[in-house]
C-alpha cells in the first residue's frame, strides 16, 4: 500500500520526513517523493525507484512525503506523488481511489493541465480553486463534497500549514510538544512520540502552530493515545500477524481490484477475442485462481486452456504467435512461470500485484490487481483480488463491465459478514483440526479449485497433511483412507449440489467427519461454514478457511507469516 508522512515543527521537515519514509518501506512501493514549503514556493523532490533516490536536502519547516505503489498510471516520475497544483500553491500526497476523478477532470477542472495520469492529481487543483475564496477548512470540506471514493490525503500549503482528511483508509497523528507528524500508520513517528491521535472517516484537519480537527463542518475533540507498540508491530495496526491483517482488509483490496480502467479491461477482451488460442496459467494459489478464471471466461464465450506453468511448459511448442497467454502471478518473479514464457512467442497478458515486476514489464498489457503489499507467506488477500480481475474480465467480454463491477463491490460488502456470521464455526473448526494428521477436501467444477485452495492454505500454514480431490475421483481410490473421524470439507455448490451432497454422503457412510461449505447446511455435517447466494461466491467461499487455517497455524505455535521452507516469492525452478 502507498505511505503517507507529513511533518510541522521546528526542523528540517525533508529529514524527518525522509526517515519517516524508510519506516513504511514494508508497505512496498515502486516510487516516492516529497514537497516542503518554503513560502512563497514549495519544493519538490521525487523519483522512480526507492526512498534513498529521493534526495533530502529540500529546505522548509512543514511537508509531505509518499511511497506510491501504482494503480492509476504506470511507474514514473510524473505519477509519482506529490502532486503539485498549477499555480504551485497546493501539493499533495494520497492513498486509496477517487472514484470520480475524471467527472471531476471533466466538470470542475475543464482549464488545468494535467501533468500525470494518476487519479490524485485531481485533489491538488480542486483544493487550490476552493481556496480562491475559502478559509482552509471551508474549502477542505467543499473539496470532501466532491471527492467519492475511499482516499487519505494529506497537503502541504505554500504559507506552511499543514491539512489532513480521510475516509476509509487511514491517517494517524503523532503529537510532540512543539512537533506534529501525520503518516498511514504510526512506524513513521514511533521514535519521535507515543502519543497519537487517529483520525475517523470524514475528519480533516489543520496544522498551523497548533492543530484543529473537524468533522461534518463542527471541531471536534480526538482521543489522544499512548501508543505500546513497536515498529513491526504498528505496520500490522494492531493484529498479531500479517496474515491476519491480510485477510481483514480483503473487503478494502476486493474493491481495488474492482476498479480497473475501462480501456485496460477493454484492451485484454481486444487480445482474448483476437488469439486463435488462449491459455490462462500461474504457479500455486495463482494456479487455482487461474483455473477459475478460465471456468469463467469459458462460460462467457471463450475457449481457453489451463495448466499449472511448470508443467505447460513441457507444451510449449503447441503455443503459437497467434495465441496468447494470461499469467497469474502476486510476486511477477515466480521463476516458472517467467520460464514458460522466455520460451513461446504469444502474448502475454499479466495479472499481477507487484508493480515493475519482471512479468509486469515483459508482458504486452497487464492489469495490477492492487491488493497492495502481501507480506505474509501464504497468499490471502492476492487470490481474492485476482479472481475479482478474472471476473471483471469475463464480465467485459460478456459486455456486462459496470454490472459486473457493481456485482464486484456488493460481493466486497460481504466478506466482513461472512467471517462474523461464522465466527463460531471457525474458532472450533481451528479446534479440531489441531489434532488432526490428515484432512480431504472435495468439490465439483468451481467447487474443486475452492477445495485445492482451502487444501493448500491448511497445509501449509498447520503442517497438516491435506490432498484436494474431485468429487467424483474421491470414490476412485482415495475413499479407502477414510475412517472413523477422518474430516472431508465439501463445497456444495448450487450448481452441482446433488453431486457433491452425494459424493459426500460416500465419505460420510465411511465414518468421516464431514465439514460443508455453502448456502444449505446438511444434516450430517459435523460443522458447516455457511454462505451467501452470491454471483462471485468463490471469493466469499475462501476467507473462511484462511481464517481457519490461520488460528490452526497459531494454536499449534507455527509462525503463520513464514511457514517453514516456504518462500513468498519462489525465483528458483
Excluded at 470524514?202 to 471536534?220: A, L
Excluded at 491476519?244 to 474493491?255: M, W
Excluded at 454422503?505 to 448456502?519: F, K, L, N, P, Q
Aim: hydrophobic letters at 35%; glycine letters at 6%.
Amino acid at each position: 500500500m502507498c505511505g503517507i508522512v507529513g511533518y510541522y515543527g521546528q526542523d528540517e521537515a525533508s529529514d524527518k520526513i525522509y526517515r519517516g519514509l524508510k519506516k513504511l518501506e514494508y508497505r512496498g512501493y515502486d516510487s516516492a517523493g516529497m514537497a516542503t514549503a518554503g513560502n512563497p514556493t514549495i519544493k519538490v523532490e521525487k523519483a522512480v525507484g526507492t526512498v534513498d533516490n529521493v534526495r533530502p536536502e529540500i529546505d522548509g519547516t512543514s511537508g509531505i512525503g509518499h511511497t506510491r505503489w501504482a494503480t492509476h498510471g504506470g511507474v514514473t516520475e510524473e505519477n509519482a506523488h506529490p502532486h503539485v497544483s498549477q499555480e504551485e500553491r497546493v501539493a499533495v500526497v494520497h492513498n486509496g481511489i477517487i472514484e470520480n476523478y475524471r467527472e471531476i477532470q471533466e466538470e470542475h477542472l475543464e482549464d488545468v493541465d494535467f501533468k500525470s495520469e494518476t487519479d490524485t492529481e485531481v485533489i491538488p487543483h480542486l483544493l487550490e480553486k476552493k481556496l480562491e475564496n475559502n478559509s482552509i477548512t471551508d474549502a477542505i470540506r467543499e473539496v470532501i463534497d466532491i471527492l467519492e471514493g475511499n482516499y487519505a490525503v494529506s497537503a502541504v500549503l505554500n504559507t506552511g500549514e499543514l491539512i489532513a482528511f480521510r475516509k476509509g483508509s487511514p491517517l494517524v497523528l503523532g503529537l510532540t510538544d512543539d512537533e506534529y507528524f501525520i503518516a498511514s500508520d504510526v512506524t513513521p513517528f514511533l521514535e519521535h512520540t507515543d502519543q497519537a491521535v487517529f483520525l475517523k472517516d470524514d475528519d480533516y484537519m489543520v496544522i498551523d502552530g497548533d492543530h484543529r480537527i473537524f468533522n461534518d463542518g463542527e471541531e471536534v475533540d480526538r482521543e489522544v493515545q499512548k501508543i505500546d507498540w513497536d515498529a513491526e508491530q504498528a505496520s500490522k495496526e494492531g493484529y498479531d500477524h500479517f496474515m491476519e491483517k491480510e485477510i481483514r482488509e480483503q473487503p478494502k483490496t476486493v474493491k481495488r481490484a474492482a476498479f480497473q480502467d475501462r480501456s485496460d479491461m477493454e484492451e485484454a477482451r481486444r487480445m482474448i477475442e483476437e488469439a486463435d488460442n488462449v491459455y490462462i496459467t500461474g504457479c500455486g494459489t495463482a494456479s487455482f485462481a487461474a483455473s477459475l478464471g478460465a471456468r469463467y471466461l469459458r462460460e462467457a464465450g471463450s475457449k481457453v486452456h489451463t495448466e499449472q506453468a511448470h508443467e505447460l511448459e513441457y507444451r510449449k511448442d503447441e503455443i503459437k504467435e497467434d495465441d496468447l497467454v494470461i499469467a497469474v502471478s502476486q510476486s511477477g518473479e515466480t521463476a516458472d512461470l517467467l520460464s514458460l514464457l522466455e520460451e513461446v512467442d504469444s502474448d502475454v497478458l499479466a495479472v499481477v500485484n507487484v508493480v515493475g515486476s519482471t512479468l509486469a514489464r515483459q508482458s504486452e498489457h497487464k492489469l495490477y490487481v492492487n491488493a497492495g503489499p502481501e507480506i505474509g507467506v501464504a497468499s490471502t488477500k492476492a487470490f481474492t483480488a485476482q479472481l475479482a480481475v478474472l471476473r471483471l474480465i469475463s464480465y467485459t467480454l460478456q459486455d456486462r463491465l459496470e454490472e459486473g463491477r457493481e456485482k464486484l463491490l456488493d460481493t466486497a460488502e460481504k466478506i466482513d459478514d461472512v467471517l462474523e456470521r461464522n465466527k463460531k464455526s471457525v474458532q472450533e473448526l481451528s479446534e479440531y483440526l489441531t489434532d488432526k494428521d490428515h484432512v480431504y477436501f472435495i468439490g465439483r467444477n468451481h467447487g474443486y479449485d475452492m477445495a485445492r485452495e482451502a487444501n493448500l492454505k491448511l497445509k501449509e500454514l498447520s503442517y497438516i497433511h491435506a490432498e484436494a480431490f474431485p468429487g467424483g475421483e474421491f470414490k476412485h481410490g482415495t475413499l479407502a483412507l477414510v475412517e472413523n473421524g477422518t474430516p472431508v470439507v465439501s463445497f456444495l455448490k448450487d450448481d452441482h449440489f446433488e453431486a457433491a451432497y452425494s459424493n459426500m454422503m460416500e465419505a460420510h457412510s465411511r465414518g468421516a467427519d464431514i465439514i460443508s461449505v455453502g448456502t444449505r447446511e446438511v444434516e450430517e455435517s459435523k460443522a458447516h461454514i455457511s454462505v451467501p447466494e452470491d454471483e462471485n461466491a468463490e471469493i466469499l467461499e475462501i476467507v473462511p478457511f484462511q481464517m481457519a487455517s490461520y488460528l490452526t497455524s497459531v494454536k499449534k505455535g507455527n509462525n503463520p507469516d513464514k511457514p517453514r521452507n516456504l518462500a513468498k516469492s519462489v525465483t528458483v525452478k
